[in-house]
Nanobody
Framework: QVQLVESGGGLVQAGGSLRLSCAASGRTFSILVMGWFRQAPGKEREFVGQISGATTTYADSVKDRFTISRDNAKDTLLLQMNNLKPEDTAVYYC????????????WGQGTQVTVSS
């Protein structure tokens, strides 16, 4: 099993920045892909971005503003969010896909990000 714990959420003004962290523990050697998702009130959970090896992929809504990186030595996934907008307000979830799984099969508990206008 893999455990994921997010941190770094909070309240920020529009145009500001936040950095989210996701600490992975357990069978981290089995992780193939790690990603970030978010869910705003009344909306479905949506993909933010992911990293697989050295390849990163982002949703169009965050491209050029958000950056995903992974510190393998520390088993930590990072999400640097710049130029935040009120529509970025959501609970952000870290996720991992381990070997053999067709989709993300491990999830963190989420961290709240609120962007005020």
């Amino acid at each position: 099993q893999v455990q994921l714990v997010e941190s770094g959420g909070g309240l920020v003004q529009a145009g500001g920045s936040l950095r989210l962290s996701c600490a992975a523990s357990g069978r981290t050697f089995s992780i193939l892909v790690m990603g970030w998702f978010r869910q705003a009130p009344g909306k479905e959970r949506e993909f933010v971005g992911q990293i697989s090896g050295a390849t990163t992929t982002y949703a169009d809504s965050v491209k050029d503003r958000f950056t995903i990186s992974r510190d393998n030595a520390k088993d930590t996934l990072l999400l640097q969010m710049n130029n935040l907008k009120p529509e970025d307000t959501a609970v952000y979830y870290c996720a991992a896909r381990t070997g053999g799984a067709a989709q993300y099969n491990h999830w963190g508990q989420g961290t709240q990000v609120t962007v005020s206008s």
